[in-house]
């Protein structure tokens, strides 16, 4: 069955808007250099690739509004420019990859892009020169006047015409500064430059472009003498001078190059205007040997979804393992001299062998390094630096650290909040930095590691701090607490304060909001992924602020045990030690109840007081109970629980919100029996423990 054409179009719009992506990104790590360089001519060349690259992709998809602005970017991406405006030019290159995020945007939700005129305006004030009236009938232009920037696919036309024998000159035609009607000038200049030759470029390209520009350039095909054609074009009270040079050929291979960059693009536009037939393909061998479709073969561009589906069924292999592992045991029980019984445990463990490897690589195919994430801030840094009038640097450690695609994507808005609030809030300005004896720099730093099943990513920066006496202060003013009760809190209690709905310390609203506007987004986000964020601040040294969220559909070491005869489990990383007590050993502090173990005051949870969760049979009377001594970070609780099972590798399933309310539970899972298992949030039921009242002792 042969594909529609419209089918074709949409395939090659959804890879447009990634590679879309990747090119904005790059854009604005070039705007960054160049910023940093503003002379550096390779890195204006790398902008003025992605640049014509993005038109040439936008107008195969028909985004002419992106191609065209595009277009007129390239114009000022010169090395020319760059030595006498590099300061202004990296501005507009970031002023661009705005533009272009925001019309990317658009095309994906099918609505009409927004205006471009700013950046329109920035590029016409780049290219504009300042106009001496009084000596402009005596000046003559001049080549630097003249750019005759043209692209690759006119270059190519050019190197044709010269090629075939015919004479090409670069026309550059300066409008008269007294001409009223420019549109009109410009339309009697194209209609004297079409009766010289073949216009085979021309700058401006419309009416329109043409009211702020003052100068014309084209390349002309022509049999008239050079002499003959400045006449001609010198139009009275139109045109004031006329400049004509001689086109030069590219060399060889350049003309090669530009060949194949002009095939590579015609493939392109054809896959997306016609479905071809197998045949047909088959014959165009020059095309589809260029480099460009030698890389583009390399990377298999997958859904999400597709490799979801694949993790799943990987998923229920295990399950199926451990039926088969508990078959094998029930067997070996009953006809334990069996020669059989040898063969079934050899293809059970060559089996859980190849399934090992098959979870792993398709996990790694899912995890993505955290790099993705980190390369958009040194931009939000920047932009919100310089706002504030501040400088600040940003450090990045643990780039290649992987996490689940799903997860890194939620954490961009939280993270992006903080960062901003960050550099607003945290880093003190440069008067107040040198008063404290600090480098008048201040910085960020973002790291990302792994521990044990978590995924931890920290935002630290040596700035002023949080006030905790102004937090307190501003709880009880909202009306969020009484005073009673802030005064009770502890220091780490108070700093989650700011993560409450409006809660904020900032004196005055500016548009980079101050620490606390938004960060409720933060926590939001984290309690959907069942992590936790925490606070630590030093006075006058800085502030860190730690996410961490769990490694979902990954294959983990559970311990089992059964509580209200419900089974659970917890990651085994999390356990610290089992141990059995007696009631005796239970005392009560503040009404709650707890546990000295060795040299430590431990809180003890029960998890049917804690989640109000039903028992399903009764509970046997024993005279010592298990408690599994559970850590996460630095803080340490017990859990007292009924019975213990044993350990087993689970995969996490996530349960939808609507299934399970309490945020407890991390996931489910299912033994090989067909028992559901559900998998504790170590981090919740710790952050559930700080929040009750009267606090306890947590170790």
């Not at 508990?326 to 059989?340: K, N, S, T, V, Y």
């Not at 980190?374 to 504030?388: E, G, I, N, S, Y």
């Amino acid at each position: 069955m042969k594909r529609q054409p419209e089918d074709r179009g949409s395939e090659l719009r959804a890879l447009f808007f990634e590679s879309a992506n990747e090119l904005l990104q790059a854009l604005n790590e070039a705007g960054l250099e160049l910023e940093a360089r503003p002379t550096d001519e390779e890195v204006i060349r790398s902008i003025r690739r992605a640049v014509h690259t993005l038109k040439g992709d936008s107008a195969a998809c028909g985004f002419h509004k992106l191609s065209e602005i595009a277009h007129e970017l390239e114009d000022v991406l010169s090395p020319q420019v760059g030595k006498t405006k590099g300061a202004g030019l990296a501005e507009i290159v970031l002023a661009a990859a705005d533009t272009f995020e925001a019309m990317l945007a658009a095309y994906q939700r099918q609505v009409e892009p927004p205006p471009v005129d700013g950046l329109r305006a920035m590029i016409r004030g780049m290219l504009a020169r300042p106009s001496d009236k009084s000596a402009a009938t005596d000046s003559v232009a001049t080549p630097a006047d003249a750019r005759f920037s043209w692209s690759e696919y006119e270059r190519l036309m050019i190197s044709e015409a010269l090629h075939r024998g015919e004479t090409v000159y670069n026309v550059a035609l300066r409008i008269d500064p007294n001409s009223v009607m420019r549109a009109a000038a410009f339309q009697l200049i194209r209609n004297v430059l079409h009766g010289c030759g073949t216009v085979i470029a021309l700058r401006p390209e419309d009416n329109a472009a043409a009211a702020t520009v003052e100068i014309v350039e084209a390349a002309l095909a022509s049999s008239a003498a050079e002499a003959q054609l400045k006449q001609r074009c010198k139009i009275p009270s139109i045109v004031s001078e006329v400049w004509v040079e001689q086109a030069a050929a590219a060399n060889a291979a350049d003309h090669e190059l530009l060949g194949e960059l002009l095939e590579a693009q015609a493939e392109k536009i054809a896959a997306a205007a016609t479905d071809h037939d197998d045949a047909a393909g088959a014959g165009k061998s020059s095309g589809a040997s260029s480099a460009v479709a030698a890389v583009a073969e390399s990377v298999l561009r997958v859904e999400a979804a597709r490799i979801d589906t694949v993790m799943n069924l990987v998923g229920e292999l295990i399950i199926g393992k451990s039926m088969l592992h508990r078959a094998l045991i029930e067997f070996d029980q009953r006809h334990a001299r069996d020669p059989l019984r040898a063969k079934m445990a050899d293809a059970l463990a060559f089996q859980s062998r190849v399934l090992d490897e098959l979870h792993k690589s398709v996990l790694k195919i899912r995890m993505v390094p955290v790099e993705q994430l980190f390369r958009r801030f040194p931009r939000v840094v920047r932009d919100v630096a310089k706002h504030c009038g501040k400088d600040v640097a940003l450090e990045l450690t643990g780039q290649n650290t992987d996490l689940d695609k799903g997860i890194l994507d939620a954490l961009a808005e939280p993270i992006t909040h903080i960062v901003r609030n960050a550099v607003d809030h945290g880093i003190e300005a440069a008067d107040e930095r040198l008063a404290a004896k600090k480098p008048v720099r201040g910085t960020i730093s973002l790291r990302a590691y792994h521990q044990g099943t978590q995924f931890v990513l920290e935002v630290r920066d040596d700035g002023r701090g949080i006030d905790l006496d102004r937090v307190r202060k501003h709880a009880v003013a909202s009306g969020l607490l009484k005073q009673a009760d802030v005064d009770r809190l502890p220091d780490s209690e108070v700093l989650n304060l700011i993560f409450e709905p409006g809660f904020s310390t900032a004196s005055e609203i500016t548009e980079v909001s101050g620490r606390g506007v938004g960060m409720d987004v933060v926590r939001t986000v984290l309690d959907r992924l069942k992590g936790t964020v925490h606070v630590f601040t030093q006075p006058g040294k800085g502030t860190t602020i730690q996410l961490r969220a769990p490694l979902t559909l990954a294959s983990i070491q559970t311990l089992l045990f059964r509580v209200g005869g419900r089974l659970f489990a917890v990651p085994l990383s999390s356990v610290v030690e089992i141990t059995r007590i007696s009631d005796q050993e239970i005392h009560l502090v503040d009404q709650r109840e707890v546990l000295r173990l060795r040299d430590q005051i431990l809180s003890l949870v029960r998890l049917n007081k804690l989640s109000r969760i039903h028992a399903v049979e009764e509970t046997k009377k024993e005279k010592k109970k298990f408690v599994i001594v559970i850590g996460a970070a630095e803080r340490r609780f017990g859990l007292l629980v009924d019975q213990m099972v044993g350990e087993e590798e689970l995969v996490i399933k996530a349960l939808p919100g609507e299934l399970i309310a309490s945020d407890l539970v991390s996931g489910a899972s299912i033994l090989g029996d067909g028992t559901v298992v559900l998998i504790l949030n170590v981090p919740a039921v710790l952050s559930r423990l700080s929040r009750a009242t009267p606090l306890g002792a947590i170790a």
